[in-house]
Structures are given as C-alpha cells and as structure tokens.
Nanobody, 123 residues
Framework: QVQLVESGGGLVQAGGSLRLSCAASLRPFSTYTLAWFRQVPGKELEFVSAISWKDDNTYYANSMKGRFTISRDNTRNTVYLQMNSLKPEDTAIYYC????????????????WGQGTQVTVSS
C-alpha cells in the first residue's frame, strides 16, 4: 500500500520559515514526480510546487517563486518544501502528491496523496 506522510507543519509568525517533509513508500521513489498542493477550508486545492523525476526540474506557482524551494532525496524517499518569508495567506493544509508522469499543476495528474499537514502563519 502506497503511503505518503507529511510532517513539519505548525504555527509560525509572518516572515518566518518552515520545512515540510513528505516520506513516501513509493518504489522506486526516483521514478515519481512529486508535488505539493495546499488547501484552505472551503476552497479548492491549489498547486504549490513540483519536482520532476527525470531531471529534477522544479516548478512553482507564481506566488511562491523566490520564497519556497522544493527538493527531493531519493536515498531517503522524501520530498521537502522549504518555505521562507511566510505570509498569513500561506495558511493552509499542505499535501504532498506523487505520480509517474510529467510535472503538472493539475490535481488529477497525481494518484497518490498524503493526509496533509497544517501550516498556520500568524500576522
């Protein structure tokens, strides 16, 4: 059974940083494209970032560029999201997702999802 487990969420003040992790039971991990999405209650899932399996190319939503960094460690089967200069509007549940395909901003492009980790940014 595929499992993706996020961690690292929490409460942080505006301007602060958090590093999210997502450990996956995917095999082989290196063949999966990985992504982060976020969701605010009452709203749809929003693409945050993705990293390709093939060449480690990275993609970001415009509002995250320059503040967030996605990375992966294939030896640890883990994907990370380093979030800096956090803003109150970054408050959401953050989900990691995975699939064996190209990077995509679309929710439907990813078959496997974690349960999410809450990030709260206070003003």
């Amino acid at each position: 059974q595929v499992q993706l487990v996020e961690s690292g969420g929490g409460l942080v003040q505006a301007g602060g940083s958090l590093r999210l992790s997502c450990a996956a039971s995917l095999r082989p991990f290196s063949t999966y494209t990985l992504a982060w999405f976020r969701q605010v209650p009452g709203k749809e899932l929003e693409f945050v970032s993705a990293i390709s399996w093939k060449d480690d190319n990275t993609y970001y939503a415009n509002s995250m560029k320059g503040r967030f960094t996605i990375s992966r460690d294939n030896t640890r089967n883990t994907v990370y999201l380093q979030m800096n200069s956090l803003k109150p509007e970054d408050t959401a549940i953050y989900y990691c997702a995975a699939d064996q395909g190209r990077c995509s901003v679309l929710v439907r492009a990813y078959r496997y999802w974690g349960q999410g980790t809450q990030v709260t940014v206070s003003s």
